[in-house]
């Protein structure tokens, strides 16, 4: 029998050199592929990234070598008769006596080694709920089962990148940062840059530690504290084992993107704009045979459709559950783009939550099987950088202590800063921002910002770079607070700088909070995922 090895990406007899023809009609590769008539196989180099054609002709297999020769366009099929192997095998056998065994390279960018993974984050013991600031209790049942997904991309030695997404109203940098260290502990070189988290936002999930920490407006009871303490732990353990997980599973994929549209967002604010962003991107995952493995599809609006206090995923977890329904066997993963100012409209029942996931998957069952998907290569350039979004003057003495007398998550947000201030800590003046950018080739480029970012940044990102190639996440990576463009900033209101007491940020953003978050996009993504027009 054979095997194939993953850390050199190559066939190797692990029998005698007596295999009979029966054996290599049974050998099943690392890629899923099962050798019949001597058919050639390709492989992935987990080492090198190449792609190559394995040795289908068993003769040739009796030496340690694997068998560079072409890629074939049918990569769904992979079968060639014997004799076209045995020609192929023979063409490499003369060049590699010219050449000296060199390995081939051949369109290495049209697959990418991919792993995926699931988790079940629903805790089994009582946790308050985040999302709602007049919630007082822990939450009451399961309406929803949630979870997380883990996607891991490309092979070692060209950088691995992984992409979490994850049930949750917000996760904390903390968090983010501790899987990292796990998963860097466990033997996995994953690059600050190269990994990813995206949270739904849904308001009803436990509440994290360290993220949206003045969102009741008092202190959290002791033993409330405790359980949301034990399900941080808890979600850490099942992301990093996720992560892990994932990065074992890798195997050669396809990657495709494509657009959709969905209307269910509405802006919410109450002031004379009212921008909207229904562009559904989507992220299609294929094994080398054509199965559907993982779709990944963004949508900028709030998990706000219900309000219950039992877990629920809202319409990302409903999109998820009918993606997953409508394609059993592949992983549905959602991730939110900027849409802190973006409800779904109308709202408030549970016939709704289902009927906008449902929306959210028909579309993306469409986009995925139309003629407008586009090949994306794997070839994954990653790049981060973090930006302070100064604040405006912080309050003086006299305008804490009077915002101190008043009630609610402002009192509570002025008294706990009084307190800092008492203890002779100084109050942050910027909030120090990090953003992510991820270039798949020129084909796609994925921007990755914390928070509750306004529709403003994804459509003028979407104006200043090619739009049928950018997709912008929001609340990524780290819970930061809501990101107003310059236009909600002047508008003010809630978006505006009145909801920034819940993160326990001192004050509203400068007036420069939206040039310095465009600059910094456009330092990080390359030139050529500008607008064609724009570039030249
Ligand atoms: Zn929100």
Redesign the pocket.
Known sequence: MLKFCQKRGRVFPSGGRGRRRRDLLRFKTGLGMRLRRGVCVTGVCQVTGRVRLLAGAHRLLSFNYCLPVLQFKNMATHSLETRFARWCAALWWLGAFFLGFADIPVSADETVLVGVASADITPDYPVRLS?YGGRRTEHVGVAQRIGLQALAMGPDSRGLAVLVTIDN?SVPGALRAEVLRRVREAGVLLADERFAIAFS?T?CAPMLEGALENLFGMDIPEDHRERIHRYTEDVTRWMTDAVLKAVRLREPSFLASGFGRVGFAANRRSFPDKPVDHDVPVLRVTDLGGRLRVVLAGYAC?C?TIGIDAIHGDWAGCAREALERDFPGAVGMIAIGCG?DQNPNPRRTMELVKQYGEDLAAEVGRVIRGEGMRSVPGAIACRAERIPLEYATLPTREEWNVLASKSGAVGYHARRNIARLERGETLPTALPYWIQTWSFGDALHMVFLPG?VTVDYGLRLKREFDRDRLWVNAYSNESAC?IPSRRVLEEGGYEGGG?MVYYDRPTKFAWDVEERIIAAVRRLLPSSALRRDAAR
């Open positions: 999302g109203c936002h308001h709030h706000t802190a509750e809501y909801a």
